[in-house]
């Protein structure tokens, strides 16, 4: 079995958010698996890489690939860094139920985005 998984080529504003994102103290997790990462850059060997974050060789390996999927999205523990800055922008949210169904539609309209989702139950 191959020893080393490469990461891709890290982006500017991947560095920029990976550094604090492994300085950060409240969520280890999250401190973890941005350190994998700043690590494999410079492409020593999974096992290295292992000893250093004090976790298995097949997690960095997982991360890695999750990373190389789908940037910081895939390493992070909450949902998505994208979806906590859209719940921010948020100013104004209504639920409107629709009098012909009731409780089986409901409709989040996002007023700072205009946007409607639907959630069917």
Not at 65 to 83: C, E, K, L
């Amino acid at each position: 079995m191959k020893d080393t998984v490469k990461v891709r080529p890290l982006r500017p504003y991947e560095k920029i958010k990976l550094h604090p994102l492994k300085k950060l103290r409240r969520n280890t997790v999250n401190s973890r698996n941005a350190r994998i990462i700043l690590i494999a850059v410079n492409h020593p060997p999974n096992r290295r890489i292992a000893e250093m974050a004090v976790c298995s060789v097949q997690w960095v390996r997982q991360i890695i690939h999750r990373f190389n999927d789908h940037g910081i999205d895939g390493i992070t523990w909450y949902a998505s860094v994208a979806d906590t800055h859209r719940r921010q922008r948020i100013s104004a949210a209504e639920v409107i139920s629709s009098p012909s169904f009731p409780n089986s539609v409901s409709r989040l309209v996002r007023v700072g985005e205009r946007d409607i989702l639907s959630q069917h139950r």
